[in-house]
């Protein structure tokens, strides 16, 4: 699960509900930005399994800076978006449709196509959209989102939750995982950094609390199942011809490092790592990610 490194949204970032064709999502958006050209500056933020759009927060206010519009969504079922109640409405080709709704709204308010970027779950989703069709997006960074499902160790986690979420109730499940949490640390990411480790305040703690319950469980059910399943797609992605970027930690559970560079190589990507993090650079290093972000979009200008 990973933790926002504040929650304060920085300013010029607006909370609100997207309209789009397929119904409204949650998003923080840091409205627009000047000097587009002809290349895109827009930034879509998709985030993983159990997250949201706070993820993301660390990152907004430099890549507004560096000159892009950033909006960080809470996908359907995720926290604040809300979603059905039937796991087969979080299929991933339903989520990638919700990803291309989104960029249609961004589009129709600033024209140009898209850079997608996916965090863990989010990167599946991602590349399913760009897989879906490429026409809306004009590059794909995955970060710490590997090639298929996740690692032994991982999976063995993600169905613990999913059977658990069979006979005890979304309060219980948190219970249960934060004395998990306090014996042997969070799943899936490496210790906390010095500042969230001063963050983890009450007002933190109580956030991370009510997005768990927010969340739907069909959404969790679904989203985990894909996480278990995920086949290899990483040939159908490089056929695609987009510009991409993978990102990750210096240490990754979900998806080890050397997977990842791996797979940044089958792609032709570009290829980061942010020293000192694990699974959620966006949350634990955000000024270090976003200047490789920022590099990367920035390299892809030919105007």
Do not use: C
Not at 169 to 189: N, R, T, Y
Not at 229 to 249: I, N
């Amino acid at each position: 699960m990973s933790k926002p490194p504040f929650l304060a949204l920085p300013a010029g970032v607006r909370a609100y509900r997207m309209a789009t064709a397929r119904g409204e999502f949650a998003v923080h958006d840091t409205g627009g930005a000047p000097g587009a050209g002809r290349t895109a500056r827009t930034v879509l933020l998709l985030p993983g399994f159990t997250g949201s759009k706070e993820d993301f927060i660390g990152l907004l206010e430099p890549l507004a800076q560096a000159g892009f519009r950033a909006v960080a969504v809470d996908g359907r079922g995720q926290f604040e978006t809300g979603g059905p109640h039937e796991e087969t409405a979080y299929a991933q080709a339903e989520l990638a449709r919700d990803v291309h709704a989104i960029a249609a709204v961004l589009d129709a308010e600033r024209p140009g196509p898209v850079h997608l970027l996916g965090h863990s779950l989010g990167g599946l989703v991602a590349r399913a959209a760009v897989l879906l069709d490429t026409a809306p997006f004009a590059s794909l960074t995955l970060m710490s989102s590997g090639p298929a499902a996740v690692s032994p160790s991982q999976q063995e986690r993600v169905r613990l939750l999913l059977s658990a979420m069979e006979i005890m109730s979304m309060p219980a499940i948190w219970e249960a995982m934060q004395e998990l949490d306090q014996s042997v640390g969070s799943a899936g990411e490496a210790p906390y950094s010095p500042l969230e480790a001063e963050e983890a305040s009450a007002a933190m703690e109580e956030f991370l609390r009510r997005r768990w319950l927010a969340n739907v469980p069909a959404q969790l059910s679904a989203t985990g199942a894909q996480l278990l399943g995920e086949p290899d797609r990483v040939g159908e992605l490089a056929a695609l011809g987009l510009p991409f970027h993978v990102v990750s930690g210096a240490e990754d559970d979900a998806w080890p490092v050397p997977l990842l560079d791996g797979m940044a190589e089958r792609l032709g990507a570009r290829r980061t790592v942010v020293a000192g993090t694990g699974h959620s650079p966006n949350a634990e290093r955000p000024e270090q990610t976003a200047r490789a972000l920022v590099d990367f979009w920035l390299s892809l200008r030919t105007d």
